[in-house]
T-cell receptor, first 112, second 113 residues
């Protein structure tokens, strides 16, 4: 069976510090991978998606970047965090064969 | 740009009641529509998925309908239980988008004993 992991679960960072959130998927190959952010009072916003290693599409201009160094690894990064980067970050995977997406447990980020 | 709206934003009902959650979307060109459940501080769990060619899907006490031409979907929960308390999210999958989903803001449901 497939599983998706995210870490850390919770993170408190000062403004201006760097960020690295990691997502890994087990039990499947060549998945589509997604990063979403859920901010207070807002719906889930798609940040990035990837259909293969090194292939990243960005949905909104922002202070964040994403990378996919391995088939089942997806990383969300920032060089300098802003207060507005606070939120709940969710990683998900899907595929051409799977109609739905499967979500990880999320990382709660608080920027102070 | 696809906009997904969910009404109501929050709902509180006594245990045993039947209830309806609403979802509307602005662009009828969708690939499918899904309903997810999110418990506080957790990830999302898919409940029901309706293909664009389908009218409804059922799973246990849950029934979701889709009227693509009018841009509406409803999630019907029968005989609600306290364990149903969660946020319910509606999401549409546009065609040719890298299979990314457009989410509504969700309906926060509280079922009281």
């Amino acid at each position: 069976s497939q599983t998706i992991h995210q870490w850390p679960a919770t993170l408190v960072q000062p403004v201006g510090s760097p960020l690295s959130l990691e997502c890994t998927v087990e039990g499947t190959s060549n998945p589509n991978l997604y990063w979403y952010r859920q901010a207070a009072g807002r719906g889930l916003q798609l940040l990035f998606y990837s259909v293969g290693i090194g292939q990243i599409s960005s949905e909104v201009p922002q202070n964040l970047s994403a990378s996919r160094p391995q088939d089942r690894q997806f990383i969300l990064s920032s060089k300098k965090l802003l207060l507005s980067d606070s939120g709940f970050y969710l990683c998900a995977w899907g595929s051409l064969q799977k109609e739905t997406q499967y979500f990880g447990p999320g990382t709660r980020l608080l920027v102070l | 740009k696809q906009e997904v709206t969910q009404i109501p934003a929050a709902l509180s009902v006594p245990e045993g009641e039947n209830l309806v959650l609403n979802c509307s979307f602005t662009d009828s060109a969708i690939y499918n529509l899904q309903w997810f459940r999110q418990d506080p501080g957790k990830g999302l769990t898919s409940l029901l998925l309706i293909q664009s060619s389908q009218r409804e899907q059922t799973s246990g006490r849950l029934n979701a309908s889709l009227d693509k031409s009018s841009g509406r979907s409803t999630l019907y929960i029968a005989a609600s239980q306290p364990g149903d308390s969660a946020t319910y999210l509606c999401a549409v999958r546009p065609p040719n988008s890298g299979y990314a989903l457009n989410f509504g803001k969700g309906t926060s449901l509280l079922v009281t004993p």
